[in-house]
């Protein structure tokens, strides 16, 4: 099942991703079945933002609670590495993937494009697998 982001979607998350730059942004993207809809940048308030994230659980919460009022699932959880330029996912990103069912994209800033990759990530298993994603142009409901 590849998930399907809107070119403009794509833009939001890289435009978070610089704004927050050096420190790594984090946030959700909501939409039904594997079509994304919506972005929800969230502040990242981890100790040490520079090399890792922890979404505002205000933030977290209030996105959850919009998410169902529009009839959206949570299908992506994105943050950056801003130095990578393949980015891969950490070992503490690893742990902390709460969403088992979410595919996690990760924004390498390190190189001269943006990079954006997309996984799917096992906490229980301790690991994580690339997956396919397809960038499509934005479409009017």
């Known amino acids: 099942m590849i ?6 979607l794509v833009e939001k998350i890289i435009s978070h991703a610089r ?8 946030g959700l993207l909501g939409g039904t079945e594997v ?3 919506t ?11 520079l090399v890792t994230y922890e979404a505002s659980p205000e933030d977290l919460f209030a996105a959850q609670r919009t998410m169902r009022e529009r ?6 959880v994105y943050h950056s590495h801003p130095r990578s330029a393949a980015p891969q996912p950490s070992e ?7 969403y088992p069912a ?3 994209l990760i ?19 301790r690991s994580w697998e690339p997956v396919e994603y397809e960038i499509v142009a934005d479409s009017n409901p």
């Open 19 to 26: 704004e927050c730059a050096p420190h790594e942004c984090c």
């Open 92 to 98: 503490t990103d690893v742990r902390l993937a709460y």
């Open 3 to 8: 998930i399907s982001l809107q070119r403009s």
């Open 102 to 104: 979410a595919v996690y």
């Open 39 to 49: 972005v929800y940048p969230l502040r990242n308030l981890a100790a040490d933002p």
């Open 35 to 37: 079509r994304t809809q």
């Open 71 to 76: 009839g959206e699932q949570l299908l992506a």
């Open 107 to 125: 924004v390498g800033l390190g190189g001269e494009q943006p990079e954006l990759c997309a996984f799917r990530i096992s906490e229980s298993e």
